[in-house]
């Protein structure tokens, strides 16, 4: 499968999504690249319909793309609860929605968002949808640098499988937060909820990339179109 045809899907999705925002919604956007179509999207609205909304970005790379597009950004000191937040996936299990994030280094922001926020709607294309959560990809765990070395022991002792994520192999990748990630290999998971409470009480780590039972729907892209899943 080539990436502009799932560029394709993702888009569709992203621009369905849009279609729930409403005049005077708080949103929080999403990071990634199909939450940058969403941005897109949102920014078309304003500019043509004359929305008024006011977004809470994920991330510094949102928030820049945002004002770039002229989208309206404010703050958790201005409004304490959030209307919408659409972002985008890793994974996306079919029936519960539950969702692995944090590829893109966001998930401690995100999360913030997503709990904040009085619906969750996720775009993303077919290939993130799974039967089991960790099929595809690893739970990201945002860690505290000092003693990096020592939570990845304790993730170990819980089958984790750690690994310590690089820029270029070399450096070490530094969130927006000012940490670091260590990607767990699970596999796929019989019980996520389980794994999601022994990653809650690792001494170290932050947060963890397990968003279990946030997403009231996703819009799937795909080659007939967009579905929307509900939990």
Partial sequence: MKDPQRNKWKKAAAEAAAGMVANGMILGLGTGSTAAFFLDALARRIRR???????????KKTA???????????????HAEIDLAVDGADEVERGTLYLIKGRGGAL??????????KRMAVVADESKLVERLG???AVPVEVVPFGWQETQRK????????????IGGKKAYITDGGNHILDCAFGPMANPKDVAHHLDH???AVEHGLFLGFAHEAFIGGPDGVKVLRR
């Fill in 49 to 59: 319909e004359g929305l008024r909304v006011w977004g809470i970005p994920t991330s």
């Fill in 64 to 78: 820049a793309r945002a004002r770039q597009l002229r989208i309206p950004l404010t703050t958790f000191a201005k």
């Fill in 108 to 117: 401690l922001r995100e999360k913030i968002v997503a709990a904040a926020s």
């Fill in 135 to 137: 099929s595809l990809v």
């Fill in 155 to 166: 993730l170990e002792q819980l089958g984790a499988r750690p690994s310590l994520r690089l």
């Fill in 202 to 204: 690792v001494i170290g």
